[in-house]
């Protein structure tokens, strides 16, 4: 079984643009959760979409915004960059996602840096 | 919302036992906890899950006492490879889906 696909794995942007990552998650999987992980932040939800429906959402601008297809691949949109966006972006995936006790299957996740 | 507190960093000896303990007093009736370790660069990958008493797999151990209040994460003779971020997790039952709160984890590093 293939496991979670992040594209691309390097980005590097200037302020103001914008950018889409993507996420395919594992066959079968249903939900799929992103996270941004940096230095002095750690590893932060951003938004879990199930059935091409944001589930969750986290504690971040409107700026960042996903979305999900009817074949569970997502992606994550960022608009107007700041510098403070450089991070690893982290997909996950699981079955339904609806329980604590299931696996997360985390992607390599795409390093974006915004100069 | 359940936070968990945990070790900044630990180092440790290739063959040594190492244990990790994560605190979460404030663990939900339905809450399960896992552990999750991270490479750098890459995303984490999980290690065991427990919901009471003792789990153990081929990777590693997890200790869950009556009250549920922490739990430690037990990695028997580690190695180099071991050497990685080592997180604590327990749900968020508040909402319905995936929206685990990932704490500062525990650097581990593991010393020849």
């Known amino acids: 079984k293939a496991g979670v696909t992040q594209t691309p794995r390097y980005l590097i942007k200037t302020r103001g643009q914008q950018v889409t990552l993507s996420c395919s998650p594992i066959s079968g999987h249903r939900s799929v959760s992103w996270y941004q992980q940096t230095p002095g932040q750690g590893l932060q939800f951003l938004f879990e979409y199930f059935s091409e429906t944001q589930r969750n959402k986290g504690n971040f601008p409107g700026r960042f915004s996903g979305r999900q297809f009817s074949n569970s691949r997502s992606e994550m949109n960022v608009s107007t960059l700041e510098l403070g966006d450089s991070a690893l972006y982290l997909c996950?995936?699981?079955?339904?996602?609806?329980?604590?006790?299931?696996?997360?299957?985390f992607g390599s996740g795409t390093q974006l840096s915004v100069l | 919302l359940a936070k968990t507190t945990q070790p900044i960093s630990m180092d440790s000896y290739e063959g040594q036992e190492v244990n990790i303990t994560c605190s979460h007093n404030n663990i939900a009736t339905n809450d399960y906890i896992t552990w999750y370790q991270q490479f750098p660069s890459q995303g984490p990958r999980f290690i065991i899950q427990g919901y009471k008493t003792k789990v153990t797999n081929e990777v590693a151990s997890l200790f869950i006492p009556a009250d549920r209040k922490s739990s430690t994460l037990s990695l028997p003779r580690v190695s180099l490879s071991d050497t990685a971020v080592y997180y604590c997790?327990?749900?968020?039952?508040?909402?319905?889906?995936?929206?685990?709160?990932f704490g500062g984890g525990t650097r581990l590093m593991v010393k020849p």
């Open positions: 997790l327990v749900g968020d039952k508040s909402n319905a889906g995936n929206m685990l709160t």
């Open positions: 996950a995936s699981s079955f339904q996602g609806a329980a604590t006790n299931e696996k997360l299957f």
